[in-house]
């Protein structure tokens, strides 16, 4: 049977240009009746489902990480599934969800019709897919520009976090779960609600997409020698083995601190504290590979 679909590629991606060519080529040997148009700017993404939401029965998205997260709000709104074809840095959200990063491979996994019923992350009223962070990260993603991300990849975010860390100082926040608070002086907050963020770093060892929970590390280093242990166990997901790395866990989470911070969602700025997260379960289907565990 025929599907009708909303395709949405970012050029601007690191191989959204190059791909999008194969990607209709093949979407079309799969039976796939495409409504393509070209993205100038991500901000236009949620204009683009509304408008074609009641004509498909899906929207597939070629990009990156911040790609989907632009367009996760609107796609809740009007309940329709995701396809993802991955041509961002880090794809951190196709490696939670093992979505090959060939192209035609990822159309073939659109195409089996395979869904998955995966949680979101909520903080201020904005959905997100991986992670919401404050502090050293959003400095990270100031300073991050579209050129290093094609030149170095997913290394673009190691060589940018080694140039900012010298300047980025500690920040005090109230941490609240479950009526208990915990005061913190801090880095780094990050909340996870997948499994991967930063290009395949998971946010704890056991974090899943699907565990209707949001998983917290606050990064309390004292002393600049302490990075090195936490730059070791960061890519296994084991910081919170480190005295140095404070991890909590809760299905809602709040966090205080004396001015406003930036938080970034799956790489982009979009709110500030004060924030109130949540874990909203299975609030989006996905399609994934077959033989993965479906939960919708």
Request: aromatic residues 6%; glycine residues 10%.
């Amino acid at each position: 049977m025929t599907k009708r679909a909303l395709l949405l590629i970012n050029r601007h991606a690191r191989k959204g240009k190059d791909h999008f060519g194969g990607a209709v080529d093949r979407l079309h040997q799969l039976n796939f009746e495409l409504i393509t148009t070209p993205i100038q700017d991500s901000r236009d993404i949620p204009a683009l489902i509304r408008k074609y939401s009641p004509h498909i029965d899906l929207v597939i998205i070629g990009g990156g990480d911040g790609t989907l997260n632009a367009a996760v709000d609107t796609l809740v709104e009007v309940d329709l599934p995701l396809g993802i074809l991955p041509l961002g840095t880090a794809n951190d959200l196709a490696r939670t969800l093992n979505i090959p990063t060939a192209i035609a491979d990822a159309c073939n996994v659109i195409a089996n019709g395979n869904l998955k019923a995966i949680d979101l992350g909520w903080v201020n009223g904005k959905y997100f897919f991986n992670v919401a962070s404050m502090g050293l990260s959003v400095r990270i993603t100031q300073k991050l520009n579209k050129g290093l991300k094609r030149r170095l990849g997913v290394l673009a975010y190691a060589w940018t976090a080694v140039q900012v860390l010298s300047r980025t100082r500690p920040f005090t926040a109230e941490i609240r779960i479950e009526g208990k608070v915990t005061k913190v002086k801090t880095l780094q907050i990050a909340v996870g609600n997948g499994r991967y963020y930063g290009g395949g770093m998971p946010v704890a060892k056991d974090a899943s997409i699907d565990d209707q929970r949001l998983d917290l590390y606050s990064l309390e280093v004292r002393q600049w020698w302490q990075m090195f242990p936490v730059l070791w166990t960061l890519p296994r997901g084991e910081q919170g083995l480190l005295s140095s790395v404070r991890t909590l866990a809760g299905k809602e989470i709040e966090i205080v601190t004396r001015r406003p911070h930036g938080i970034n969602t799956d790489g982009e700025i979009t709110t500030t504290t004060p924030a109130l997260f949540k874990v909203i379960p299975r609030a989006l289907r996905v399609y994934i590979p077959r033989g993965d565990r479906a939960t919708g």
